[in-house]
Protein backbone atom coordinates (compact mmCIF):
# COMPACT_ATOMS: atom_id res chain seq x y z
CA UNK A 1 0.00 0.00 0.00
CA UNK A 2 1.20 3.39 -1.32
CA UNK A 3 1.73 5.98 1.43
CA UNK A 4 -0.43 9.11 2.03
CA UNK A 5 2.85 11.41 1.04
CA UNK A 6 3.50 9.27 -1.89
CA UNK A 7 -0.13 9.71 -2.98
CA UNK A 8 0.13 12.84 -2.79
CA UNK A 9 3.32 13.56 -4.78
CA UNK A 10 1.90 11.65 -7.72
CA UNK A 11 -1.56 13.93 -7.58
CA UNK A 12 0.33 16.94 -7.64
CA UNK A 13 3.35 15.80 -10.34
CA UNK A 14 -0.33 14.77 -12.70
CA UNK A 15 -2.24 18.20 -11.89
CA UNK A 16 1.01 20.05 -12.76
CA UNK A 17 1.29 18.07 -16.14
CA UNK A 18 -2.05 18.73 -16.78
CA UNK A 19 -1.55 22.35 -15.84
CA UNK A 20 1.46 22.66 -18.39
CA UNK A 21 -0.28 21.07 -21.50
CA UNK A 22 -3.44 23.23 -20.89
CA UNK A 23 -1.16 26.31 -21.16
CA UNK A 24 0.89 25.15 -23.67
CA UNK A 25 -2.59 24.29 -26.03
CA UNK A 26 -4.11 28.02 -24.95
CA UNK A 27 -0.90 29.65 -25.89
CA UNK A 28 -0.72 27.81 -29.11
CA UNK A 29 -3.85 28.83 -29.79
CA UNK A 30 -4.11 32.49 -28.83
CA UNK A 31 -1.08 32.98 -30.71
CA UNK A 32 -2.69 31.11 -34.34
CA UNK A 33 -3.06 34.74 -35.46
CA UNK A 34 0.01 36.10 -35.11
CA UNK A 35 1.78 33.92 -37.51
CA UNK A 36 1.86 35.64 -40.75
CA UNK A 37 3.33 33.07 -44.16
CA UNK A 38 4.76 35.19 -46.44
CA UNK A 39 3.42 34.37 -50.19
CA UNK A 40 4.38 35.55 -53.48
CA UNK A 41 2.08 36.47 -56.30
CA UNK A 42 2.87 33.46 -57.73
CA UNK A 43 2.40 31.02 -55.24
CA UNK A 44 -0.99 33.08 -54.50
CA UNK A 45 -2.30 33.02 -58.37
CA UNK A 46 -0.83 28.94 -58.31
CA UNK A 47 -2.59 27.44 -55.25
CA UNK A 48 -4.96 30.61 -53.44
CA UNK A 49 -5.23 30.06 -50.03
CA UNK A 50 -8.58 30.10 -48.33
CA UNK A 51 -9.88 33.80 -47.55
CA UNK A 52 -9.60 33.22 -43.73
CA UNK A 53 -6.32 32.97 -43.80
CA UNK A 54 -4.30 36.48 -42.71
CA UNK A 55 -0.80 36.35 -44.76
CA UNK A 56 2.04 38.61 -46.56
CA UNK A 57 2.24 39.26 -49.88
CA UNK A 58 5.48 40.85 -51.32
CA UNK A 59 6.54 42.51 -54.71
CA UNK A 60 6.91 45.20 -56.68
CA UNK A 61 3.75 47.39 -57.71
CA UNK A 62 3.23 46.66 -61.33
CA UNK A 63 4.18 49.46 -63.97
CA UNK A 64 0.61 51.42 -64.91
CA UNK A 65 -1.83 50.05 -62.29
CA UNK A 66 -1.67 52.25 -59.56
CA UNK A 67 -4.93 54.26 -59.04
CA UNK A 68 -5.98 56.63 -56.52
CA UNK A 69 -9.79 56.17 -56.15
CA UNK A 70 -12.02 58.28 -54.09
CA UNK A 71 -11.35 58.78 -50.63
CA UNK A 72 -8.59 56.83 -49.06
CA UNK A 73 -9.04 53.67 -51.45
CA UNK A 74 -5.92 52.39 -53.19
CA UNK A 75 -5.61 49.86 -56.04
CA UNK A 76 -2.48 48.85 -57.67
CA UNK A 77 -1.03 44.91 -58.62
CA UNK A 78 1.97 43.58 -57.24
CA UNK A 79 4.04 40.85 -59.51
CA UNK A 80 7.25 39.06 -58.85
CA UNK A 81 7.48 38.82 -62.52
CA UNK A 82 5.46 35.28 -62.78
CA UNK A 83 2.23 36.50 -61.93
CA UNK A 84 0.23 39.56 -60.84
CA UNK A 85 -2.27 39.51 -58.21
CA UNK A 86 -4.64 42.86 -57.56
CA UNK A 87 -4.33 44.49 -54.24
CA UNK A 88 -6.54 47.10 -52.42
CA UNK A 89 -5.94 49.28 -49.60
CA UNK A 90 -8.19 51.39 -47.82
CA UNK A 91 -5.56 53.97 -45.34
CA UNK A 92 -2.76 56.10 -45.78
CA UNK A 93 0.42 54.35 -48.16
CA UNK A 94 4.15 54.88 -46.86
CA UNK A 95 6.19 57.68 -48.14
CA UNK A 96 8.18 55.93 -50.51
CA UNK A 97 5.53 53.47 -52.00
CA UNK A 98 5.21 53.79 -55.73
CA UNK A 99 5.25 51.95 -59.27
CA UNK A 100 7.77 49.96 -59.61
CA UNK A 101 8.93 49.76 -55.97
CA UNK A 102 9.14 46.61 -53.61
CA UNK A 103 6.24 46.25 -51.45
CA UNK A 104 5.50 43.89 -48.73
CA UNK A 105 1.20 43.81 -47.39
CA UNK A 106 -0.58 42.18 -45.00
CA UNK A 107 -4.30 40.58 -45.70
CA UNK A 108 -6.18 38.96 -46.93
CA UNK A 109 -7.42 37.38 -50.33
CA UNK A 110 -10.92 36.91 -51.60
CA UNK A 111 -10.32 35.38 -54.18
CA UNK A 112 -10.13 37.86 -57.11
CA UNK A 113 -8.10 40.75 -54.80
CA UNK A 114 -5.68 40.46 -51.97
CA UNK A 115 -7.41 42.90 -49.39
CA UNK A 116 -4.62 44.63 -47.91
CA UNK A 117 -4.76 45.81 -44.01
CA UNK A 118 -0.97 46.78 -43.87
CA UNK A 119 1.57 48.02 -46.51
CA UNK A 120 5.03 48.42 -46.18
CA UNK A 121 7.56 49.72 -48.35
CA UNK A 122 11.37 49.83 -48.57
CA UNK A 123 12.77 52.62 -46.06
CA UNK A 124 15.52 53.80 -48.30
CA UNK A 125 16.48 53.45 -51.80
CA UNK A 126 18.31 50.67 -52.12
CA UNK A 127 16.36 48.25 -49.11
CA UNK A 128 13.86 45.36 -50.29
CA UNK A 129 12.69 42.83 -47.83
CA UNK A 130 14.58 39.10 -48.09
CA UNK A 131 11.03 37.29 -49.07
CA UNK A 132 10.50 39.93 -52.10
CA UNK A 133 13.86 39.51 -53.24
CA UNK A 134 14.00 35.73 -52.84
CA UNK A 135 10.62 35.81 -54.83
CA UNK A 136 11.80 37.92 -57.74
CA UNK A 137 14.98 35.74 -57.65
CA UNK A 138 12.56 32.72 -58.85
CA UNK A 139 11.27 34.17 -61.26
CA UNK A 140 14.76 35.79 -62.74
CA UNK A 141 13.23 39.29 -62.47
CA UNK A 142 15.29 40.51 -59.88
CA UNK A 143 18.12 43.47 -60.66
CA UNK A 144 20.79 43.83 -57.82
CA UNK A 145 21.16 47.77 -57.52
CA UNK A 146 24.91 47.26 -56.42
CA UNK A 147 26.07 45.42 -59.48
CA UNK A 148 28.40 47.48 -61.61
CA UNK A 149 27.16 47.29 -65.38
CA UNK A 150 29.91 45.52 -67.40
CA UNK A 151 31.06 47.65 -70.26
Not at 64 to 71: A, D, E, I, N, Q
Not at 97 to 105: A, K, Q
Not at 120 to 133: Q, S
Request: aromatic share 8%; glycine share 10%.
Amino acid sequence: MRSLKKTRRIQILALAAVALAGSTALMIYASQDSFNFFRAPSEVAANPPPANETFRIGGLVEEGTLVRGSGTTITFNVTDGGASIPVAYTGVLPDLFGEGEGMVGTGRFDGTAFQATEILARHDETYMPKEVIDALKEQGTYVDPDATPES
